[in-house]
Protein backbone atom coordinates (compact mmCIF):
# COMPACT_ATOMS: atom_id res chain seq x y z
CA UNK A 1 0.00 0.00 0.00
CA UNK A 2 1.51 3.39 -1.13
CA UNK A 3 1.73 7.06 0.81
CA UNK A 4 -1.23 8.02 -0.93
CA UNK A 5 -3.62 4.96 -0.68
CA UNK A 6 -2.22 4.40 2.82
CA UNK A 7 -3.73 8.05 3.75
CA UNK A 8 -6.84 7.79 1.54
CA UNK A 9 -7.78 4.50 4.01
CA UNK A 10 -7.04 6.42 7.49
CA UNK A 11 -9.81 9.21 6.13
CA UNK A 12 -12.26 7.04 4.68
CA UNK A 13 -11.65 5.08 8.83
CA UNK A 14 -11.35 8.13 10.36
CA UNK A 15 -14.57 9.82 8.80
CA UNK A 16 -16.42 6.04 10.02
CA UNK A 17 -15.54 6.04 13.43
CA UNK A 18 -16.59 9.25 13.94
CA UNK A 19 -19.72 8.71 12.10
CA UNK A 20 -20.10 5.80 14.40
CA UNK A 21 -19.92 7.62 17.92
CA UNK A 22 -23.33 9.77 16.69
CA UNK A 23 -24.48 6.21 16.04
CA UNK A 24 -23.81 5.18 19.49
CA UNK A 25 -25.24 8.15 21.25
CA UNK A 26 -28.93 7.16 19.10
CA UNK A 27 -28.56 3.64 20.56
CA UNK A 28 -27.41 4.67 23.94
CA UNK A 29 -31.16 6.07 23.69
CA UNK A 30 -32.30 2.56 23.21
CA UNK A 31 -30.15 0.88 25.94
CA UNK A 32 -31.32 3.84 28.71
CA UNK A 33 -34.49 2.72 28.59
CA UNK A 34 -33.74 -1.47 27.96
CA UNK A 35 -31.93 -1.39 31.01
CA UNK A 36 -34.52 0.40 33.37
CA UNK A 37 -37.60 -1.19 32.24
CA UNK A 38 -36.78 -3.97 30.05
CA UNK A 39 -38.87 -2.23 27.00
CA UNK A 40 -37.54 -1.61 23.54
CA UNK A 41 -38.23 1.93 22.62
CA UNK A 42 -38.92 1.91 18.99
CA UNK A 43 -40.20 5.47 19.15
CA UNK A 44 -36.77 7.08 20.25
CA UNK A 45 -36.11 7.22 16.01
CA UNK A 46 -39.45 9.85 16.62
CA UNK A 47 -38.10 11.34 19.71
CA UNK A 48 -34.87 12.46 17.42
CA UNK A 49 -37.05 14.04 14.84
CA UNK A 50 -39.28 15.66 17.55
CA UNK A 51 -36.39 16.70 19.05
CA UNK A 52 -34.83 18.78 15.91
CA UNK A 53 -38.12 19.59 14.37
CA UNK A 54 -39.54 21.59 17.33
CA UNK A 55 -35.52 23.07 17.90
CA UNK A 56 -35.72 24.16 13.63
CA UNK A 57 -39.62 25.05 14.22
CA UNK A 58 -38.80 27.96 16.83
CA UNK A 59 -35.99 29.03 15.18
CA UNK A 60 -37.93 29.53 11.89
CA UNK A 61 -41.72 30.44 12.58
CA UNK A 62 -40.84 32.62 15.67
CA UNK A 63 -37.14 33.67 14.92
CA UNK A 64 -35.85 32.13 18.26
CA UNK A 65 -32.92 32.01 18.20
CA UNK A 66 -30.78 28.44 19.09
CA UNK A 67 -29.15 29.58 21.84
CA UNK A 68 -32.93 29.89 23.39
CA UNK A 69 -34.97 27.80 21.22
CA UNK A 70 -32.37 24.50 22.30
CA UNK A 71 -33.02 24.85 26.06
CA UNK A 72 -37.38 25.56 25.35
CA UNK A 73 -36.74 22.58 23.63
CA UNK A 74 -34.33 20.15 26.30
CA UNK A 75 -37.65 21.50 28.61
CA UNK A 76 -39.97 19.83 26.46
CA UNK A 77 -38.01 16.43 25.53
CA UNK A 78 -37.59 15.93 29.63
CA UNK A 79 -41.58 16.50 29.49
CA UNK A 80 -42.53 14.14 26.68
CA UNK A 81 -40.12 11.70 28.83
CA UNK A 82 -42.17 12.12 31.48
CA UNK A 83 -45.38 12.16 30.03
CA UNK A 84 -44.55 8.95 28.09
CA UNK A 85 -43.89 7.09 31.39
CA UNK A 86 -46.55 8.48 32.93
CA UNK A 87 -49.72 7.82 30.37
CA UNK A 88 -48.21 5.14 28.40
CA UNK A 89 -45.88 2.66 30.43
CA UNK A 90 -47.40 3.21 34.15
CA UNK A 91 -50.67 1.57 33.36
CA UNK A 92 -49.15 -1.45 31.27
CA UNK A 93 -47.04 -2.48 34.29
CA UNK A 94 -46.33 -6.36 34.81
CA UNK A 95 -47.56 -6.65 30.83
CA UNK A 96 -45.74 -8.54 28.77
CA UNK A 97 -43.12 -7.35 26.71
CA UNK A 98 -44.46 -7.31 23.35
CA UNK A 99 -47.32 -5.51 25.08
CA UNK A 100 -45.14 -2.84 26.21
CA UNK A 101 -43.08 -2.82 22.06
CA UNK A 102 -46.35 -2.38 20.75
CA UNK A 103 -46.81 0.58 22.80
CA UNK A 104 -44.18 2.55 21.94
CA UNK A 105 -44.78 1.60 18.17
CA UNK A 106 -48.14 3.74 18.57
CA UNK A 107 -46.34 6.56 20.48
CA UNK A 108 -43.80 6.08 17.18
CA UNK A 109 -46.52 7.45 14.87
CA UNK A 110 -48.36 9.60 17.35
CA UNK A 111 -45.01 11.73 17.86
CA UNK A 112 -43.95 11.57 14.35
CA UNK A 113 -48.23 12.72 13.41
CA UNK A 114 -47.93 15.36 16.05
CA UNK A 115 -44.32 16.56 15.20
CA UNK A 116 -45.25 17.52 11.33
CA UNK A 117 -48.88 18.84 13.09
CA UNK A 118 -46.92 21.52 15.08
CA UNK A 119 -43.92 22.43 12.54
CA UNK A 120 -45.19 21.36 9.44
CA UNK A 121 -43.34 18.63 6.98
CA UNK A 122 -40.94 20.97 4.91
CA UNK A 123 -37.56 20.24 4.88
CA UNK A 124 -35.41 22.42 7.54
CA UNK A 125 -31.76 23.66 7.55
CA UNK A 126 -30.22 23.40 11.65
CA UNK A 127 -26.95 25.42 11.51
CA UNK A 128 -24.91 24.81 14.76
CA UNK A 129 -22.28 27.13 13.81
CA UNK A 130 -20.28 24.51 13.27
CA UNK A 131 -18.41 23.99 9.84
CA UNK A 132 -18.35 20.44 7.87
CA UNK A 133 -15.14 21.16 6.25
CA UNK A 134 -11.67 19.37 6.60
CA UNK A 135 -9.10 20.42 8.89
CA UNK A 136 -6.50 22.77 7.07
CA UNK A 137 -3.47 22.00 9.84
CA UNK A 138 -4.62 18.22 8.78
CA UNK A 139 -4.66 18.79 5.03
CA UNK A 140 -1.04 20.64 5.44
CA UNK A 141 0.59 18.47 7.38
CA UNK A 142 -0.72 15.01 6.86
CA UNK A 143 -2.82 15.42 3.57
CA UNK A 144 -5.70 13.63 5.70
CA UNK A 145 -8.95 14.74 5.35
CA UNK A 146 -11.38 15.01 8.43
CA UNK A 147 -13.99 17.13 9.09
CA UNK A 148 -14.30 19.48 11.75
CA UNK A 149 -18.06 19.08 12.19
CA UNK A 150 -17.33 14.79 12.54
CA UNK A 151 -14.62 15.62 15.24
CA UNK A 152 -16.87 18.29 17.64
CA UNK A 153 -20.17 15.98 17.16
CA UNK A 154 -18.22 13.10 18.23
CA UNK A 155 -16.58 14.99 20.94
CA UNK A 156 -19.76 16.13 22.06
CA UNK A 157 -21.11 12.74 21.89
CA UNK A 158 -18.14 10.84 23.80
CA UNK A 159 -18.09 13.47 26.19
CA UNK A 160 -22.69 12.83 27.23
CA UNK A 161 -21.88 8.89 26.62
CA UNK A 162 -19.17 9.61 29.61
CA UNK A 163 -21.64 11.57 31.73
CA UNK A 164 -24.24 8.80 31.32
CA UNK A 165 -22.44 5.75 32.16
CA UNK A 166 -21.06 8.03 35.25
CA UNK A 167 -24.61 8.64 36.11
CA UNK A 168 -25.06 4.44 35.96
CA UNK A 169 -22.06 3.65 37.96
CA UNK A 170 -21.24 6.80 40.46
CA UNK A 171 -24.61 8.05 41.69
CA UNK A 172 -27.25 6.87 43.57
CA UNK A 173 -29.96 6.98 40.86
CA UNK A 174 -27.59 5.26 39.01
CA UNK A 175 -27.58 2.03 41.71
CA UNK A 176 -31.30 2.57 41.76
CA UNK A 177 -31.68 2.25 37.76
CA UNK A 178 -29.33 -0.79 37.85
CA UNK A 179 -31.70 -2.38 40.69
CA UNK A 180 -34.66 -1.65 38.76
CA UNK A 181 -32.75 -3.46 35.65
CA UNK A 182 -32.03 -6.47 37.63
CA UNK A 183 -35.41 -6.90 39.38
CA UNK A 184 -38.23 -4.44 39.41
CA UNK A 185 -40.10 -6.86 42.24
CA UNK A 186 -37.21 -6.60 44.26
CA UNK A 187 -36.15 -2.46 43.56
CA UNK A 188 -39.85 -1.79 45.38
CA UNK A 189 -39.39 -4.32 48.35
CA UNK A 190 -36.43 -1.93 49.30
CA UNK A 191 -38.31 1.04 48.86
CA UNK A 192 -36.98 2.19 45.33
CA UNK A 193 -39.63 4.16 43.72
CA UNK A 194 -40.10 2.33 40.47
CA UNK A 195 -42.49 5.25 38.78
CA UNK A 196 -39.89 7.85 39.68
CA UNK A 197 -36.94 5.65 38.25
CA UNK A 198 -38.59 5.40 34.98
CA UNK A 199 -39.65 8.62 34.60
CA UNK A 200 -36.45 9.85 35.17
CA UNK A 201 -34.66 7.32 32.84
CA UNK A 202 -37.49 8.61 29.81
CA UNK A 203 -36.62 12.02 30.26
CA UNK A 204 -33.10 11.27 30.21
CA UNK A 205 -33.76 9.71 26.58
CA UNK A 206 -35.63 12.19 25.95
CA UNK A 207 -32.38 14.61 26.20
CA UNK A 208 -30.18 12.04 24.27
CA UNK A 209 -32.64 12.45 21.69
CA UNK A 210 -32.58 15.84 21.35
CA UNK A 211 -28.54 16.13 21.21
CA UNK A 212 -28.81 13.44 18.97
CA UNK A 213 -31.28 15.15 16.51
CA UNK A 214 -29.46 18.58 16.62
CA UNK A 215 -26.36 16.84 15.60
CA UNK A 216 -28.00 14.52 12.72
CA UNK A 217 -30.70 17.07 11.79
CA UNK A 218 -27.31 19.81 11.61
CA UNK A 219 -25.34 17.06 9.01
CA UNK A 220 -28.71 15.91 6.89
CA UNK A 221 -31.18 18.45 7.45
CA UNK A 222 -34.79 18.10 9.77
CA UNK A 223 -36.97 15.32 7.45
CA UNK A 224 -38.68 13.24 8.25
CA UNK A 225 -35.69 10.29 7.27
CA UNK A 226 -34.26 11.23 10.74
CA UNK A 227 -36.66 8.67 11.87
CA UNK A 228 -34.64 6.32 9.86
CA UNK A 229 -31.41 7.24 11.62
CA UNK A 230 -32.74 5.09 14.36
CA UNK A 231 -33.00 1.92 12.68
CA UNK A 232 -28.97 2.06 12.33
CA UNK A 233 -29.10 1.51 15.54
CA UNK A 234 -30.41 -1.78 15.65
CA UNK A 235 -26.80 -3.59 13.93
CA UNK A 236 -24.74 -1.34 16.64
CA UNK A 237 -27.33 -2.94 19.52
CA UNK A 238 -27.01 -6.43 18.17
CA UNK A 239 -23.33 -6.23 18.53
CA UNK A 240 -23.09 -4.34 21.85
CA UNK A 241 -25.55 -5.49 23.31
CA UNK A 242 -29.21 -3.89 24.78
CA UNK A 243 -28.11 -3.17 27.96
CA UNK A 244 -24.34 -2.04 27.49
CA UNK A 245 -23.26 1.36 27.85
CA UNK A 246 -19.63 0.87 26.43
CA UNK A 247 -21.11 -1.94 24.10
CA UNK A 248 -23.32 1.16 22.43
CA UNK A 249 -19.84 2.70 21.96
CA UNK A 250 -17.99 -0.23 20.69
CA UNK A 251 -21.22 -1.03 18.92
CA UNK A 252 -21.04 2.15 17.00
CA UNK A 253 -17.83 2.86 16.14
CA UNK A 254 -17.71 -1.18 14.36
CA UNK A 255 -20.72 -0.35 12.32
CA UNK A 256 -19.76 3.21 11.79
CA UNK A 257 -16.12 1.98 10.15
CA UNK A 258 -17.21 -0.88 8.33
CA UNK A 259 -19.68 1.30 6.56
CA UNK A 260 -17.81 3.40 5.54
CA UNK A 261 -15.46 1.21 4.47
CA UNK A 262 -17.76 -1.03 2.69
CA UNK A 263 -19.27 1.71 0.81
CA UNK A 264 -15.75 2.85 -0.59
CA UNK A 265 -13.92 -0.38 -1.11
CA UNK A 266 -16.67 -2.70 -1.98
CA UNK A 267 -19.38 -0.30 -3.62
CA UNK A 268 -17.84 -0.30 -6.54
CA UNK A 269 -17.89 -4.19 -7.06
CA UNK A 270 -21.28 -4.43 -5.41
CA UNK A 271 -23.39 -1.31 -6.58
CA UNK A 272 -23.85 1.80 -5.21
CA UNK A 273 -26.23 1.91 -1.75
CA UNK A 274 -23.81 -0.86 -0.08
CA UNK A 275 -23.56 2.18 3.07
CA UNK A 276 -27.09 1.50 3.62
CA UNK A 277 -27.61 -1.92 3.85
CA UNK A 278 -23.96 -3.60 4.90
CA UNK A 279 -24.56 -2.70 8.81
CA UNK A 280 -27.75 -4.84 9.02
CA UNK A 281 -25.28 -7.54 6.58
CA UNK A 282 -23.11 -7.69 9.48
CA UNK A 283 -25.55 -7.56 12.79
CA UNK A 284 -26.56 -11.15 10.82
CA UNK A 285 -23.84 -12.62 10.31
CA UNK A 286 -22.67 -11.62 14.02
CA UNK A 287 -25.71 -13.16 15.10
Not at 64 to 83: C, E, K, N, R, Y
Not at 180 to 190: C, G, M, N
Not at 206 to 229: K, M
Not at 243 to 252: E, H, K, N, Q
Request: charged share 10%.
Amino acid sequence: MDIEALKYFITVLAAGLLTGVMYALVALGFVLIYKASGVFNFAQGAMVFFAALTVAGLNEKFGISLWIAVPITIVVMVALGFLTERIVLRPLVNQHEITLFMATIGLTFFIEGFAQLLWGSNVRTLDLGIQDVPFDWLIQNTGILISQFDVIAAVVCGALVGALALLFNRTKIGRALRAVADDHQAALTVGIPLQHVWGIVWAVAGFVALVAGLLWGSRNGVQFALTFVALKALPVLILGGFTSVPGAIVGGLIIGASEKLAEVYLGPYVGGGIEGWFPYVLALLFL
